[in-house]
Structures are given as structure tokens and as C-alpha cells.
């Protein structure tokens, strides 16, 4: 199977960015001739001048750099309540006569869970100063006070809320306000996603900024449950936009041309669009550290909450994007902006005659516009849309399930965690290593196999070092899963039902990150080993079934609903390898 030249692309959260189609993209500081042919018109188009002004200069290296910030916070916020919303594993009655109940018998266990007790038969002093039973008379104490053994925390919203025994149910519980917050990112996605293409990038950061950060304060001082429950939901609906207008706007500054000189395969925008995931990483092993020395849930969320703070200054520093002006008509702004990208560059170049120029729409090459009906009317896109609305939701459980499980592995939950949000880094590596030498099929088929054998594996291991590592590695594939699904769908899909096909599969994956925090955090109640093997049994199901998508490596974007029948058709062997091209 030959490849005679890699396409790459690269997603705009999940849009793909096409290129514009204003002229020759050989025409020196983007002139394009007339219709006649005559005259040439100086056209102010950033992918026709990203080259004259440096597609990856000082310029955009500092401002990729910056967006590190927003980023890193977005992984703060998303794994705070890892913490803060830490579950005793061992609690009792505090007795209130004056004994010590330390190792009285009469204590009832809560649900066979014998470290667990809400209720106790009376009891009295005895002459050595212990407590013993005085009659068979049962004493409850659904709102504590509660004696907690070897709680690594001083306190967190489960204990000073009393989220335990009576006053535990499905609306008031741990895993509700983690699903809570996955509703949250749903409802920020839509609205920050309409405030950056109504409003520009840079605004929408901003935004991002204040909400998360000022609900997250607010949130540690809130005096209940509810109210902290609202301040979760706000504080994800801010957070979300962090690392998507992040990414958004990396990707954006880029051209798509440079190559890295060590990886001739890989652009500089496909590097910077993949490592812009690994401050998320970052910023979760910057929460679990600080964890490690404040114990106190309050404390941790509003220090936490004000080192956010710190994007703020940065955010004065980083650029609009170049692209979304010149969408929006704004030539001033535009014109200035690229001629301080290329002096900051080292380049000299005049744009003060370039106009930006509206590109013909041709009638006849309307077509109709196609909804969601059409994922399911032809016989490829219908077994294509049946994969990917079963993948999505799984590689979305994995994922957020498998972080949220690090602190219910057992050993020390402050490495687990650190471990799980550093294993991802690889992750994302390797997805950028290896979809355009490998295909994006053999990876994504992989890493969900992969990561259902682990999770399987690790609900049957005993606690200890081997399970921790075993679980890690499902987090690892899970999290190079998370990064190549966008693309692979994107690529998969005819141009003309695309952004509603990602725009679905999006909707569908929340479905398996508003179940992820009821799986992690209350099904072990139930069963230690269910959240890994459901985690694990439905990476499986999700493997197995990707074996009937395409490759899509090498081929071109497909157009129309044919395009996809003659992409499967010749799609390279599963399991082989494309010799990296060097790009031109």
C-alpha cells in the first residue's frame, strides 16, 4: 500500500479548519491575480502570509507558552473534588458519654462495611474508662459526629456536610456533584464555544478565567451542600473554556506548513495542538502535590482557587487570534496584529495595502443541508455512527472514570493521583508519535483494548503496587484515546454531514461523563471490583466494535456519503506501517 504524500490536519476543538481558498498560495505577500488576470489585489489572508510572517517564530512560541496557564488551570478545576470531596473509608459514632469507644463491640457495621458504623448499642463507662454496652437499645447519629480512623484528610465536604449514612441518597451524595460538574462542562461548552466565535478568543479566555476561578473561591467557603453543589456547576461551566479556547487559539497562530526538523512527519501545528493537553496533565499533578501538604478541603480549594488567579496577568499578554478577526471583517485589528507577529519574528513585511477579500460562493455547488437523520441512512455511515456513538461515551467514561478512581485504588491516594495524571502525558505523546505512521485505527483500536485488559486486570488485583500500575496503564491508553478521537471522527466523515456528526458524537459522549463519577465514586460501595470491570468490559465492547470504521491515514477528506465506501476500500492493511513522508 503506497502513501504518496500524509495529509494532516488539525482540529479546532471540533471543527476542522479548512483552508482558505482566497488564491495561489505561491503568490509572494498573498497577491492573487484578478478575474481578467490583469492586476494583482494584495489580499490580508493569514494562510497566505503565515509564511512571510513565520508560522512558528518568537512570536507564536511565546504565546503557545502562555496558553500553557489556562490550561494547567482547566486541570486544577476538573479533579478538585478528588479532594474535596474525599469519602472517609473508616468512620463511627462519636459516643457522647464519657468513654473511650475505641474497639467497643457494640457498634452496628453500615451495609456489612465493618470500618463503617452510623449507629451503636447505648452505652456506658466502664470502670477501666471504655465504653460498654449498657442495653440493646439502638442509637443512630445520622448527622455525627463522627470519629473518622486513618482519614488522610482533617476535613471535606462529605465529613463537614455530614454526606454519610441517613443523609446519604442518590441526589445527595459524592458521585452526584461529580456528575453535577460533568452537566456543568456541557452547558460552558455551549456557551463559551457561541462567546468565542461571537466575541473573539481572547474575550472568551478572560471569561473562562473569572467565572472558574471566582466560583471555585467562592465554592471552598460555601455552608452547605447545595450551595456548594452550584458553585461546582458554575465553577465547570468557566473551566471547560480554559483548555478548549486554549487549544483553539494555539492552533490557530500556527501555519500549517513548518515541520519539526527531528520529525519530518509531523508539523508544528499537529506538535503544538497535541502537547497543549499536557498542561492539563500538569495542572492535576499540581493539585495532587499541593494536596499532599494542606489536608483541609477549604484551605486546599481557595488556595487552589487564587493560584488560578495568576492567568489573569498572563491573560494580558496573549493575542487575539489573526484568523477569527479576519473572519470577523476586522482589517485594522488584523493588519496590526500580523505586522507585530512578523516584527516580533525578525520578519519585514508591509501589509498596510492588503484587504481582506470575501470568497464567491458558487450556487451551483450548493447542496443541501443534512441533520442528524443522515448519520444513519446509508449502510457505511450508519455502521460508522452506530462505532462511534457507542466510543465516545466509552472513551469518555475511561477516561474521567479511570481519574477519578486513582484516589480509590488503595496504597497512598496522594501518588496514585500524581502518577495518573503524569501517565497521561505519555499518552498524548504517543498519539502524536504514531497516528500518521501507524493509522489512526490500530491506535484507537488499542488503546480501548488495552485499556479494557487493564481495567479488568486491576479489579481483580489485590491493593497494592502491581494494581496501581496495571490501572496506570489503563489511564495511559485511555488518555492517547482521548486525544486522537476528535481527529478520527473528523476524518471519517463526509465534509458535508461533519460538524453535526462531531457535534453528536460530542452530545453522546456526555452521556459517559455524567455517568463516569456514579461508576468511580458510588459503585464501590456496592462492589470494589465493578467500577474497573465495567470500565474495563466496556473498553472492550468499544475495541471489538472499532474494528468496522476505516482507516482514514492517507486518504483524502472525504466529500460525500460515496467518498466514504471508496476510503474503506482502500484503506491500508490494519496492522501495518506508512513509511513517514517528509512534507514539502
Known amino acids: 500500500w503506497d502513501v504518496k504524500k500524509i495529509s494532516h490536519y488539525s482540529t479546532n476543538d471540533n471543527v476542522f479548519k479548512m483552508k482558505s481558498e482566497y488564491g495561489s498560495t505561491d503568490a509572494p505577500n498573498g497577491e492573487n491575480k484578478t478575474s481578467e488576470g490583469s492586476e494583482s489585489e494584495k489580499i490580508l489572508d493569514y494562510d497566505e502570509l503565515v509564511e512571510e510572517i513565520g508560522e512558528f517564530g518568537l512570536f507564536q512560541k511565546i504565546a503557545c507558552l502562555l496558553l500553557w496557564f489556562p490550561a494547567a488551570a482547566g486541570g486544577i478545576h476538573v479533579l478538585m473534588y478528588s479532594f474535596t470531596g474525599l469519602e472517609p473509608s473508616s468512620f463511627r459514632c462519636d459516643i457522647p458519654v464519657n468513654c473511650n469507644s475505641t474497639g467497643y463491640n457494640g457498634y452496628i457495621p453500615e451495609n456489612d462495611e465493618i ?5 451503636y448499642f447505648e452505652a456506658k463507662a466502664g ?125 490557530e497562530l500556527m501555519g500549517s506548513k513548518e515541520i519539526v526538523k527531528w520529525m519530518p512527519w509531523i508539523t508544528y501545528k499537529n506538535l503544538l495542538g497535541n502537547t497543549i493537553q499536557i498542561p492539563y496533565a500538569i495542572g492535576e499533578t499540581i493539585l495532587g502535590i499541593f494536596a499532599i501538604f494542606i489536608r483541609d478541603y477549604v484551605t486546599l480549594q481557595w488556595v487552589m482557587s487564587v493560584v488560578c488567579f495568576i492567568q489573569i496577568p498572563v491573560w494580558f499578554f496573549l493575542p487575539e487570534s489573526p484568523r477569527w478577526l479576519l473572519s470577523k471583517g476586522k482589517t485594522e485589528e488584523a493588519r496590526a496584529l500580523m505586522m507585530r507577529m512578523a516584527k516580533r519574528n525578525g520578519k519585514n513585511i508591509d501589509l498596510s495595502q492588503h484587504v481582506i477579500k470575501k470568497p464567491e460562493v458558487d450556487d451551483s455547488k450548493k447542496q443541501a443541508e443534512l441533520g442528524v437523520a443522515d448519520l444513519f441512512k446509508t449502510k457505511d455511515i450508519l455502521i460508522i455512527t452506530i462505532v462511534m456513538f457507542f466510543c465516545w461515551p466509552i472513551i469518555t467514561m475511561g477516561y474521567f472514570g479511570l481519574g477519578l478512581s486513582m484516589t480509590q485504588l488503595g496504597g497512598n491516594i496522594f501518588v496514585s493521583f500524581i502518577l495518573g495524571a503524569l501517565v497521561e502525558i505519555p499518552g498524548y505523546l504517543l498519539c502524536m508519535f504514531l497516528i500518521d505512521v501507524w493509522g489512526r485505527k490500530p491506535f484507537f483500536v488499542s488503546c480501548l483494548l488495552v485499556t479494557g485488559v487493564s481495567c479488568i486486570g486491576a479489579g481483580f488485583m489485590e491493593v497494592g503496587t502491581a494494581r ?35 457535534g453528536s458524537c460530542s ?58 465506501k471508496e476510503m474503506k476500500k482502500n484503506s491500508k492493511p490494519m496492522w501495518s506501517c506508512v513509511k513517514p513522508q517528509t512534507m514539502d
Not at 137 to 166: A, K, Q
Open 115 to 119: 470500618k463503617q458504623s452510623c449507629s
Open 127 to 251: 470502670d477501666d474508662g471504655m465504653c460498654q454496652q449498657m442495653s440493646d437499645t439502638i442509637i443512630s447519629c445520622p448527622n455525627g459526629p463522627y470519629i473518622f480512623d486513618n482519614f488522610e484528610f482533617e476535613e471535606t465536604t462529605i465529613t463537614r456536610f455530614s454526606v454519610l449514612c441517613e443523609n446519604e441518597s442518590f441526589f445527595h451524595n459524592v458521585a452526584f456533584t461529580g456528575s453535577a460538574y460533568m452537566v456543568g462542562l456541557m452547558i460552558g461548552s455551549f456557551v463559551t464555544g457561541y462567546c468565542s466565535d461571537k466575541f473573539g478568543r481572547k474575550l472568551a479566555i478572560l471569561v473562562c478565567i473569572l467565572v472558574s476561578s471566582i466560583a471555585s473561591l467562592v465554592g471552598s467557603f460555601m455552608p452547605d451542600y447545595w450551595s456548594y453543589l452550584a458553585l461546582r456547576i458554575l465553577t465547570a461551566s468557566g473551566s471547560v473554556g480554559l483548555f478548549n479556547e486554549s487549544f483553539t487559539l494555539t492552533v
Open 507 to 564: 452530545m453522546v459522549a456526555r452521556i459517559g461523563g455524567i455517568s463516569a463519577p456514579y461508576i468511580a465514586l458510588y459503585l464501590p460501595k456496592v462492589m470494589t471490583e465493578l467500577p474497573m470491570l465495567i470500565l474495563g468490559g466496556s473498553s472492550l465492547v468499544g475495541g471489538l466494535m472499532a474494528f468496522a470504521l476505516p482507516e482514514t491515514l492517507g486518504s483524502k477528506l472525504p466529500e460525500k456519503m460515496e467518498d466514504v
Open 468 to 502: 496501581t500500575a496495571v490501572a496506570l496503564t489503563g489511564k495511559l491508553l485511555a488518555a492517547g484515546n482521548f486525544s486522537v478521537v476528535y481527529m478520527y471522527t473528523a476524518e471519517i466523515y463526509p465534509t458535508i454531514i461533519r460538524n453535526t456528526a462531531i
